[in-house]
């Protein structure tokens, strides 16, 4: 430990933080009106994949039929083959890559869902979570609705089902105004793609032009991926409709602030994706610069955590002049979960997703970076590879303030009990991790980074309640089951 | 051709038939209160497993959890590995095979179909056919019902879902007021197993009991397969609901007369099974010794369509003094579907299924026996290998009266327009065959076997539509779908 | 215990024994000159899938590049997709199904077996065994060969590499002037399809001619499933050598008296191939027919035990008068092993193979016919079953005599230790079986079966050596291995 | 075009090259006395996992058995099982990970490679590439052996197989002394693993040290995955024999300068192993330096194309004090080979494995630093992406010489008339890459980054041919194969 962080404001001395890889979500895709929409969209959903690696699926609708394939794995596991179009065929199409939870994965859950409706057949894919799913299940499955799946994306399904309204995109709206939380859905009905954005526009949702085709997606890079240009971002409380006469907008909840979520910027999207008008990569790199100002310890190189903190990295050195190194390898072919080896391995000390590169830390006093912090555990093996490929001094650098409030609008990420900076002062923390210091980016410098001016603390630019607290809607389940005992969603254990 | 057969009453001379091979349809199994529930279920599935091959499935319950497997292909390929047990924990258990369809093979429509109901899990498996299941489907989808599956067992389970009762005997009892057609049904809930037959009784279901538990089967030879002894059958129209305080009868429909369906001793049951009191095998034998007194021609052996000819082709041989050999051999291995040879191969004659026995037939005057005659396509395949092994005379001889009239409780048969019975007269039939002679069990010689003393015309003791064009019930799909379009039960083309 | 038996010659009363289900061993098939030749192969060895079930493969040669493709399991599991023929494309190949083994079973010794020799590829198939194999592979091993199986078979391409000679056929006559024992081989090159028979012609195999090109099979029944005429059979010691000119004989060892194996008849083959010119169904007949008048008990029934005694109970009730009924139910869907169920479940009397057909052998007296008795396990079993089915009597005849000597010349068949009548007295046996008279079909009568006339002893018209202890040839690894520690054939534990 | 590289020494203005990912080549590993070999074996192979991707397979050794596993893809998705250690027992094991070759990728080729010699059980896995493999293989054949596969590896074995020498080290020296090219081996058998070295130390081999137990590996990365010490390079021509005694070293070839591969550096070796005493990472860093010394643009930001030209481009960046930022995304997902999508979705510009980060690159004058060029098309079509993204200008550099001479020592590279250097001046080069310059490191500077002094023309302290010409060793099978026609190494076509 040292005493040079005399600069710190919102965050002084000795923070640090790490990645715990949990922290993915969803992606969706949908394309309207174009070829070989099956292929489209598994390069779209391909290009989304760090968005969700637990499974992914495709629906299409050729003549009025609809084809759905849903996996467990990777979207190059399942849908690279030729015969893919004959197994999907049809020229609209949506698909969905979804992230890895903590219980068992299963199947059934594996989106887009499907119904069959009195006015056709029905398609959805969800990014997001739905803060009111369990009470408005209980009331579906008490009026004798029959649920697939343990998804709150079904409730969505199950309430356009019931719906008396006679056209389908008034159905989704029946089904919208019910509903509570983040959401961006793309639909597939005979005739129609539909995008739906929530009022506060929490998850993103982006509409490309592919010769003259609509296109929707999570994010920007997918657009890339198709060789689709970028149109706009769908807005808070927008859904579009997308037919054969063009792309349609209806806004059903009126206008209001958007709130998008921050932790697009900090973690989920690609960094040649543009989010709200910006390259994440330059507000990634912004956020390393500032952090650099905020939390500048004497060292010798900045490392990088790869890869989720490379641009902040590049940012810091560039605001540091401590030089940039790449003192973590990242080993790409992790993917599938490897053995558990044996105790006495273990205890060899194996590194099977990130290695030390030694000649770059030893001997030297080293400036980790990483994108944020979450459990620290993740963390503090790193820091002790690090320190075991004999550097030094360590300095924990996360490029987000500290996180300690839990997320209900779709990351997955631990509750507040497991959240460190929820546990611990700055001090504990830095001990816990054995760094020399600990730094987060404040979150002045965070909206700072985003060109955002100051935080309107009555109205939050964006949603940002893993730092702050300050959750945008009411979180309906949750304050019920704190009341109330855990009620399973399914009595079912399969897939 | 020749002139013998003068003592034909019902059917007169130069009748004949075959077998299709696709009349197969459903088999149900369940057990209450015994360990190792999961394994039983396989047992007694394998023992029912000529009644469907298309798929299977178990349902287990424990400690108010269910955990359902549902595969494509036969009980030996997916349950006989050493994990059953912990992938189907639980004391009680149903269990499912299905038949095969005309159209794809869906997993989705494979049994135990399951629902979680607010009043607890409950899950079905469903031999027979619901004959308004379309017309009910129609509503629910209307009022905002979700179905899972084109099968019309689903809306069963729908109806019990909308049920407004409080206790699952009487949902399920709202639901069977609902439905027309045949059924026997196998449910699981917690702390029940329910078991219920049709008004009147078309589709069997048995009791047993093992070590003072009971357990429900489609034949009384799963039973013996689990080491369980006969106790009754469900009687028509009967729900029975076995709980840990023993087994309880409830009588929605009050009493009525049965009619069971004659195909299980003509076709589906296990020789080795007691139908209706009788013994299958016994039936059979009975059913070709009086087919011998009706249509005895002059022939040197009696050869058996293998395998389900056979216990009448020793009747016939009993009664006619007409020697007894196995003329026709059946491959064991056959189960997959096997390569559509190229045009060049078919045309050399290959035979996959049955292969002649050319030393018991060339130069024999042959009666062939078969259980039935479909569409006629198979009879005349063996009849041409019967030929080009040189037999010098082949007579045909159905163990059944013809089938003119298509069945809708859960055998599946083909349309009218392929039934050969319901197309030529019986000298076109034999002329279509190219068999010197043709002859069919009668009506009254069917009754006869079964000791059922004279048939009453004016409500028969069995169900025997397929021979006489007298429907037990009411048609409702049916005689709606003869009036309007065809309207596709889903707009999915999945599993 | 009765004393009705004093007709008994050979085999005096009280015999009995049982069907092992272990005996089988392989087949063999080839053609040549023919498009869709692998398809033809994969219908040739699915006629032949009773000779081995554990393996199967099927090499082709076009236009001198060879394809093979080898697997576990059944020809219905593997060669019967539509892309066959682009997999193993070629006018010539060959195939072969293997048995199943007591050990592990594994992929590596699956044939066809393959070589690249400087003189071209050479691929082969084997049915039978070398008995002198491990004496010849250590030599080869000695001098710098490499195996890639523990087959006996490998030792055959081995030698061919090492040949000197410059034509491939001399190269073949070479291996076989130093292998000794039992084999039928079909042997595919560039421009050739070879086939050769051991000396004695232990193992059998038969050609025949589809449109003017040959083909070659273990069985006639292979024959008749690809439309092919039969020719002749390979004699002793014959190979011949089919190419575009037509096909060749060579005589490599003269001409001596054939010894074909008499368990084609007891068992392996099928009932509907034409062996050494005589029906395989008839002969079953004439044995159960000699086998009455041998030892005909009083009894209601004749049962066979199914499939194996099917023809022989046929006989038998023929000759004795006493009426042939399906007492025992062979459940077809066995195939795939079944769960080892737990304790309690095997205690409640699981039959999973074959279910006893109760009404016709309550009651009753039955005589159960099977082809023989090998270890007596499963005789015991059915025994058993039959009397727990109310049978009053049960009186056990076995088709052959009592097997008392193992095999060397590829049966697999148990050690001595294990065979019921090389440890038993005919009291112990039928005392073992719990039968009420046990009897086997005596030496003399099994000849006369054959219509042989007499067994000359001195030079038996039959391989019979595990009735008589007589074997054809020396045995040299076996004698060998008596006098020495039992020597690995391979250190390699894999497929 | 500019005029600003008038620095440049050896390759003057101009300059520039790509990736074309199908360099890579093998590892391999070996551990002996340790428990759980199997696991240390996966996981040292999962560290080498970018030597290879085709192919994987270990072998053990457990009480003189042998295990071996052989697959096709990456070893996390073959060795990751819980079962691992059961499947592969022993507690001395070796592994292989096997390149992507041209032609097709047959499993019978995956090492490790097994006999069973007289001597007891010997398994080999070898990176880098006999030169004279064909012509020994031809005598081998000749004289009677047989291969099982086309891998110039069994060679190595089948010499050994054919040895006379007593013992196995004696064996494997004998085969050494047969062999030419290059090679790093690691053998298994009783009681020993062995590792080898070519007399020039082409292909590299490290020693390591885990709790006093012998480690061989590819790379230094290796020993760090499994917590193992480095103890020295395996020198050239060396044979060191690890038994339960220790290691010992056998010189067969006396002693003799090295020449390591230069492209270990340039692209295969890990950035974070050491070799020979050098940091890979440094040397690369030191490239991209005297790269920038030599070739400097006026440009405004340094890319990297990733991975391969990271390091590069970060001492480029310091040498020219032009930023670096990540201009090109990597997508981390790619590994199965992705659906060729129809023409239209080309030609809509799909990238898949790279994606412009366009924010970086919109306006900006360019420097694509990568680390080689073999065919051009990679880097044309990465340098089109880059103008696509708005760059306004594109100066591509080499961090290695020109690549003008095709390797036969285990790199998988394209023959002379495919390598872009060998067929351009450098001003073709750069006008087919369309860039404003082109610039390759020289040969001088090269050696400089390697701190290894001037290059010595007479005898290169480095295997340099690819861009020198000059190589060490003769080309046997090359130089004879350039006299006769080409002959198929096997006829057999399959796995």
């Known amino acids: 430990m040292d005493t040079v962080h005399d600069n710190l404001t919102a965050y002084p001395v000795l923070l640090g933080r790490e990645s715990d890889d949990i922290r993915e979500e969803c992606g969706v895709f949908g394309v309207y009106g174009i070829e070989d929409a099956a292929v489209l969209t598994a390069l779209g959903l391909h290009a989304l994949q760090h968005r969700g690696q637990e499974g992914c699926g495709i629906a299409t609708t050729d003549a009025g039929r609809f084809h759905t394939e849903r996996h467990l794995g990777l979207v190059g596991d399942h849908f690279t083959q030729k015969d893919l179009l004959s197994r999907l065929p049809g020229n609209a199409a949506i698909g969905h890559v979804r992230y890895a939870t903590q219980g068992g994965t299963i199947l059934r859950n594996v989106q887009p869902l499907f119904a069959d409706l009195n006015a056709g057949g029905f398609a959805v894919a969800h990014n997001g979570n739905i803060t009111n799913a369990r009470l408005l299940r209980e ?3 008490e009026s004798g609705s029959i649920f697939q799946s343990t998804s709150d994306t079904e409730v969505i399904l199950q309430l356009i089902a019931r719906s008396k309204a006679a056209h389908v995109v008034d159905r989704l709206v029946d089904a919208l105004h ?6 961006a859905l793309v639909c597939l009905t005979e005739g129609k793609l539909i995008g739906a954005r929530d009022p506060y526009g929490i998850r993103p949702l982006v509409l490309g032009d592919l010769d003259g085709k ?14 689709a240009t970028f149109v706009r971002e769908i807005e808070n409380g927008e859904v579009v409709v997308c037919t054969d006469g063009g792309v349609q907008s209806v806004r059903p909840f009126g206008r209001r602030p958007a709130k998008p979520c921050l932790f697009e910027f900090v973690y989920f999207s690609r960094p040649d994706s543009i989010v709200q008008g910006k390259s994440v990569y330059d507000v990634r790199k912004r956020m390393g610069l500032r952090l650099a100002q905020e939390t500048k310890p004497l060292a010798d190189v900045v490392v990088p955590v790869p890869d989720s903190g490379v641009a902040a990295a590049l940012g810091f050195s560039e605001a540091s002049g401590i030089p940039y190194e790449l003192g ?69 650098r996360s490029a987000s303030p500290p996180i300690a409030w839990p997320d209900f609008y779709g990351i ?45 603390d009555d109205a939050p630019q964006y949603t940002d309640h893993y730092f702050t607290g300050q959750y945008p809607t009411r979180l309906v389940d949750h304050d019920r089951s704190a009341s109330q005992k855990d009620h399973q969603l399914s009595l079912l254990v399969e897939a």
Request: net charge neutral.
């Open 139 to 141: 009331g579906l499955v």
């Open 178 to 183: 019910q509903i509570e939380g983040a959401y």
């Open 214 to 227: 609509p296109v929707l997606a999570s994010e920007t890079c997918a657009l890339d991926m198709v060789g």
């Open 328 to 396: 973590i390898i990242r080993n790409h072919y992790v993917g599938r979960t490897f053995i558990e080896p044996t105790q006495q391995i273990r205890t060899l000390g194996v590194r099977r997703k990130h290695s030390a590169n030694r000649g770059v830390l030893e001997g030297k006093r080293v400036v980790l970076v990483d994108d944020s912090i979450v459990r620290g555990t993740t963390s503090a093996k790193i820091v002790q590879m690090v320190r075991d490929a004999g550097a030094t001094e360590v300095h924990f």
């Open 412 to 456: 997955d990420m631990p509750g507040r009990d497991q959240l460190m900076a929820a546990r611990m002062s700055l001090e504990e923390m830095a001990a816990e991790l054995k760094v020399d210091s600990l730094g987060f980016l404040s979150v002045p410098g965070l909206y700072w980074a985003l060109g955002a001016g100051e935080r309107n």
